[in-house]
């Protein structure tokens, strides 16, 4: 009897290069109208703020076309079934970011556009170099280390550099970048390829506690040491969105491989007590919940970026006033943290909506890229790769608007910040890889969409 | 350059920004929504034909009732049997079909195979009322009748073939 079963990877069959063409053609279409849309803001900002169309929009449309073609070309040359969608959101993300920073500052501009070449170079390396997500389940433990290194190395004595009272920043020479950036997608593999592994032995309980049967905790040893680790690390750096950060995708990782509720309860009851602990123990966390209860305390000291950035928000009202008509300088770090504040000024109360319904979606694509991976690594990296996108806009937005204490996190794509930029852009491009092989895989093609 | 003007262009780039999120919503809503999961179930010779069609021209000359052939035309015999098609290594092994097997890794089952893309205890396969129903019972990698997702309980057919992870079993 021949052997003609269903998964059969040597030839695409005929409705998975269907599925990449319609795919690929949503994109390119998406992708030009993301292209208008950023080159309508960049000529608006540039009219409301000289009265005039800005003199470089030829060579900047340029740009943007170079980047969207060369960054499409590469998703349908190697990575053709892929997700349509998280390209161009991620370039109106950043186009918008690109437009509100060269209106804040053009020195930084220039530098952005460099970071977005790099990003999107970087983008099309990582998904010719990773064809096959499972080779990174093969390497998960290198990753696990890889990530804790990272993260230790701005506390080296000559490369690591203080900046704003956060130790986050390595510098080799000219060039400086924030290595935990990328502790956190070596992170998220680590996390997944270690915890599909245990996946059967979490979710039984063998363990007896007293009253309790919990897994036996031998099985966490690994993940909690990386976890701990990286924990420890980024509070001794004073980076506590990082640390916030690392925590969630642990969480969210361990509780979609093992579909217990119990164990995002008892984390959220830990870090409960981890919170009152670094409150009670670290003046810097102090600081940031007593000016997030009542900045008003000092309104020109500790207080003041959160303030203006609230009279920001207020002045925008529902629509803005407008793109380039704001207030420049008005708050300290404006095209890092405070980005959203800008956007909600110039833009209003529909523009920070825009901002979170791009995140939305970017979400909800990520999540469906994860449900449609029948391989369980791909769904939990996916998973992973998309709560990290989610949590860190979340993070910030809310930091911004004082919904949590401020913690300094770069908004993805919109913030200024070349190691943020560049490697968002290296998980986008795992996310489409996954997204592809799910597609190509699949008994049923249609099924994996 | 009037205020007014400005502030015209200012909601035209808002509308256009919130334009782009429906051209989004409208690409998810064409590969999810409810036209193509309509179009999706009966379809499902469609995209699983691609699949099975060849198999079944390998086997013309075998036997007709193994043809594939959904409830339009009934077959007088009944299913009895699971004959094994991949992996190729087990190819051609029966096993009667009784009121419940269970198919999986662990040594309890019914049918083990120890392969890589089979869970422990991935499927039931029953009979009931002379019918054949297969359940996926959570497994990791899902099971599969003719190349559509197996839910619930779905009713498996004389000449079907329900796939295990990368095991394939037909029913004969």
């Known amino acids: 009897m021949t052997a003609t079963a269903p998964p059969s990877p040597a030839a695409p069959r005929p409705n998975v290069q269907a599925i990449g063409t319609r795919r690929r053609t949503t994109e390119l279409g998406l992708l030009v109208l993301s292209a208008i849309t950023i080159l309508g803001a960049y000529a608006l900002a540039s009219l409301g703020r000289n009265a005039s169309l800005p003199a470089d929009i030829l060579p900047f449309l340029g740009v943007i076309l170079v980047l969207l073609i060369a960054a499409h070309l590469a998703v349908r040359r190697w990575a053709r079934c892929s997700d349509a969608l998280l390209l161009p959101i991620v370039a109106l993300l950043n186009g918008l970011g690109f437009v509100f920073i060269a209106r804040l500052d053009e020195q930084l501009a220039g530098l952005q556009a460099t970071w977005t070449g790099v990003g999107i170079a970087a983008f099309i390396v990582t998904l010719v170099v990773v064809r096959d997500v499972r080779v990174l389940q093969r390497y998960r433990y290198t990753f696990g280390l890889l990530g804790v290194v990272l993260l230790l190395l701005p506390l080296l004595p000559v490369f690591g550099q203080n900046i704003n009272g956060a130790r986050i920043w390595v510098a080799f020479g000219p060039v400086s970048f924030q290595p935990g950036e990328f502790a956190k997608i070596a992170l998220a593999i680590f996390f997944a390829g270690y915890l599909v592994e245990r996946r059967e032995i979490l979710g039984v309980a063998t363990f007896r506690v007293g009253p309790f049967t919990t897994p036996d905790p031998r099985q966490f040893a690994p993940v909690l040491v990386a976890w701990g680790i990286s924990l420890l690390v980024v509070i001794f750096q004073r980076d506590l969105g990082s640390a916030l950060l690392f925590f969630l995708l642990f969480l969210v990782t361990l509780w979609v491989a093992t579909g217990r509720v119990v164990y995002v309860v008892i984390g959220f009851l830990l870090f409960g007590v981890g919170a009152f602990v670094s409150w009670t123990q670290f003046s810097h966390v102090q600081d940031r919940v007593s000016i997030w209860l009542d900045p008003w305390a000092d309104p020109s000291g500790s207080g003041y970026q959160v303030i203006q950035a609230a009279y920001a928000l207020a002045w925008g009202g529902t629509s803005g006033v407008g793109p380039g008509l704001g207030i420049v300088d008005r708050i300290p770090f404006d095209e890092t943290d405070f980005i959203v504040a800008i956007i909600g000024e110039e833009l209003g109360l529909l523009g920070t909506t825009a901002v979170l319904v791009a995140f939305l979606l970017l979400a909800g694509s990520g999540l469906r890229i994860a449900k449609g991976a029948g391989a369980t690594f791909g769904t939990l990296l996916a998973v992973g790769l998309t709560s990290l996108i989610a949590f860190q806009a979340f993070i910030i937005m809310a930091g911004v608007t004082r919904l949590l204490p401020l913690t300094g996190v770069t908004l993805p794509f919109v913030s200024y910040g070349g190691s943020s930029l560049v490697s968002n852009y290296v998980l986008i491009a795992l996310l489409l890889r996954i997204s592809d092989q799910s597609v190509r895989r699949a008994p049923d093609p249609l099924a994996a969409l | ?172």
Request: proline content about 7%.
């Open chain 2, 1 to 172: 350059m009037p205020e007014q003007l400005l502030t015209v262009l200012k909601l035209c780039l808002l509308a256009l920004v919130y334009l782009f999120f429906l051209r989004v919503l409208r690409a998810v809503w064409a590969e999810v929504g409810p036209l193509r999961a309509a179009a999706g179930q009966p379809a499902r010779p469609a995209p699983g034909a691609a699949v099975p069609e060849p198999a079944t021209g390998g086997r013309k000359g075998r036997s007709g009732r193994a043809a594939r052939s959904r409830s339009s035309r009934r077959q007088p015999s009944v299913p009895s049997r699971l004959v094994t098609v991949e992996p190729a290594a087990r190819a051609g092994t029966e096993a009667a079909l009784g009121p419940e097997l269970t198919v999986g890794r662990a040594a309890g089952c019914s049918l083990v195979f120890d392969e890589r893309f089979v869970s422990q205890v991935h499927c039931r396969i029953f009979v009931r009322d002379g019918s054949v129903f297969v359940e996926d019972l959570g497994s990791t990698n899902g099971t599969w009748v003719n190349g559509a997702r197996v839910v619930g309980q779905m009713p498996a057919r004389l000449g079907d073939r329900i796939q295990v992870g990368n095991v394939v079993l037909e029913v004969r």
